[in-house]
């Protein structure tokens, strides 16, 4: 089943949810339905009436309850078709409370709620046997209205590079001095998209300084492209989605292919009048951290994908020869499935077709009829060249990058590895 659901919809039980924070908040789903579609419309929020002492500060429903709420969907000229409620700390997943109060034929849509915060939402319809829950596919809608195309080729490059803001962001921070597309400008990924004190990404005050000198408004079209296969053009591209900006794009080939092509570079660095760029949205649900990691290890509708190398997977080395960001234990995480990230890329540095891309990562069991996945490398830029592949070649509706990764996870007190080829 297809459940369609406007952003601005969305956002409104996001609110909801959050004011309930830390208790459970939930409310009844109104729309209309067909045989694969169900399309929601408006939303009756619930109150929630609970004892102090209860664990789980649910709701109390009566059929008296059950039957005003269909009374105001028919005065609507509208079906009863859900229900959605918060997971206050605890995945979207359903537990097996829902299994025993759920009816089936209903949606329903379920919201990660951490720190006061939505994170993620799921859809999910229980069986007629009520024996498990099936995923419904969330279409979300009305969130990308400047979205580009998100991957572009050289040639599309060398035609509208006079109407886009280039931005070249390499592994080797050396390589846009020595030749460069013409008018493409630099970003640092050591130095301007990582914070340099609490090791982790640029602040949204830090990234809209950054886009601000670039000349970026939140109307530019952006392209990205770097060295190394796009590791950290896709990392940045990753950042620029979370951080709201979707009219963005990434070349496919990045500098080898362009270069390989034999086309125009310059070492002349262009100069651009500074914008007052602000960021006003963060997409949460782009981002794992540890804790979104732990809550789900090894638990059905999780898929975990570790794009290093067999031999950093396996423990025989902990990171790449001549890396600096390790880690005190070599491995990988519970349940992960390696699929290094070079094997998504053809012999010209661009990703392989998405018949490959499908076999490749159907193999070892991620597909995108698994509701929640997330990527994770050493430090975050290789998972997000994966990441892309996944959510933007494959269409995966809900995946996710671990910028954090193994320098993170491999040095956490108390955190499972595994050795070997076992996931």
């Known amino acids: 089943m297809r459940v369609i659901l406007e952003r601005a919809l969305q956002k409104r039980i996001f609110a909801h949810l ?6 459970e908040g939930g409310g009844f789903l109104l729309g209309t339905q067909t045989a694969d579609t169900l399309v929601i419309t408006e939303t009756i929020p619930v109150e929630n009436v609970f004892e102090a ?19 105001q969907a028919d005065e609507r000229g509208l079906t009863l078709v859900g229900y ?10 359903p537990s097996v ?19 006061q915060q939505a994170v993620e939402m799921h859809a999910w319809r229980l069986r007629d046997d009520r024996t498990a829950f099936d995923a419904d596919i969330l279409d979300v809608r009305g969130e990308n209205k400047t979205m580009a195309q998100p991957l572009v080729t050289t040639q599309w490059v060398a035609d509208n590079k006079n109407s886009v803001r280039l931005i070249e962001v390499d592994v080797d921070t050396t390589q846009y001095e020595q030749g ?8 640092n990924w050591q130095t301007q998209l990582q914070n340099q004190t609490t090791r ?30 796009n590791w950290f053009a896709a990392y940045a591209f990753w950042l620029f989605q979370y951080y709201g900006h979707t009219n963005i794009s990434l070349l496919d080939g990045g500098r080898k292919k362009w270069i390989a092509e034999g086309r125009e570079t310059t070492t002349d660095v262009p100069t651009y009048p500074a914008t007052s760029y602000t960021v006003s949205t963060i997409n949460h649900h782009l981002r ?7 809550q789900r290890l090894e638990k059905q509708g999780f898929g975990l994908v570790d794009v290093r190398s067999n031999d950093e997977y396996t423990g025989k080395i902990i990171a790449p020869p001549g890396m600096s960001e390790t880690a005190q234990r070599p491995g990988h995480i519970p349940g992960a499935a390696n699929i290094p990230w070079a094997q998504a890329v053809a012999e010209d540095g661009s990703f392989k077709s998405k018949e490959e891309l499908t076999k490749l990562y159907g193999a070892k069991g991620i597909s995108a009829d698994v509701p929640d996945v997330v990527a994770y490398c050493r ?9 892309f592949a996944l959510k933007y070649i494959l269409g995966f509706e809900n995946v996710r990058n671990y910028d954090g990764s193994w320098t993170e996870w491999g040095n956490l007190i108390g955190a499972p590895i595994r050795k070997g080829e076992q996931p």
């Open 18 to 23: 959050e004011s309930t924070y830390p208790n």
């Open 200 to 229: 982790d990404i640029a602040s949204p005050e830090e990234f809209a300084a950054l886009l601000s000198q670039a000349s970026v408004t939140p109307d530019t079209h952006v392209v990205l492209y770097g060295d190394n296969n």
């Open 288 to 294: 794992a951290d540890r804790d979104y990691i732990k």
């Open 379 to 387: 430090i975050g830029e290789r998972s997000s060249h994966t990441w």
């Open 97 to 115: 409370y829902d299994r025993d109060h759920a009816l089936p034929h209903f949606s329903y849509l379920i919201t990660q709620v951490q720190n």
């Open 180 to 187: 460069h597309i013409p008018g493409a400008v630099a970003f």
């Open 53 to 71: 002492e209860e664990q789980y500060h649910r709701y109390a429903m009566t059929p008296l309850d059950w039957a005003r709420l269909e009374d």
């Open 84 to 93: 959605y409620h918060s997971h206050p700390d605890s995945p979207a997943i």
